[in-house]
């Protein structure tokens, strides 16, 4: 059974940090592509950042210089360290996994969610 386990939400000031962190199971963590998602009240889910196998990262722009996503593969556990919080962060983040390869594709793989919210 596949699971994709989010943990590290919770309440942040503007400016604050925060990491999440998504445990995996059922899934060979190595041959596959992760990212992280974000869906805020009344706006659509929108990919944030993604890692490849051979840990290449992208990043939605808004989020550049201030998030940083990253993979464990001994601990089959993908990461991303929020910094520089702002309110427009808000938003429940949810992790996904995707086919390997060399381009991020549609996840097969989500996780639950969690919900991070960034105070002004």
């Known amino acids: 059974q596949v699971q994709l386990v989010e943990s590290g939400g919770g309440l942040v000031q503007a400016g604050g940090s925060r990491r999440l962190s998504c445990a995996t199971s059922?899934?060979?963590?190595?041959?596959?592509?992760f990212g992280w998602y974000r869906q805020a009240p009344g706006k659509r889910r929108e990919w944030v950042a993604s890692?490849?196998?051979?840990?290449?990262?992208d990043y939605l722009d808004s989020v550049k210089g201030r998030f940083t996503i990253s993979r464990d593969n001994a601990k089959n556990t993908v990461y991303l360290q929020m910094n520089s919080l702002k309110p427009e962060d808000t938003a429940v983040y949810y992790c996904?996994?995707?086919?390997?390869?060399?381009?991020?594709?549609?996840?097969?793989?989500w996780g639950q969610g969690t919900q991070v919210t960034v105070s002004s």
């Open positions: 059922g899934i060979i963590f190595s041959v596959l592509n």
């Open positions: 996904a996994a995707a086919r390997g390869g060399l381009r991020w594709t549609t996840p097969t793989y």
């Open positions: 890692i490849l196998t051979g840990s290449t990262t």
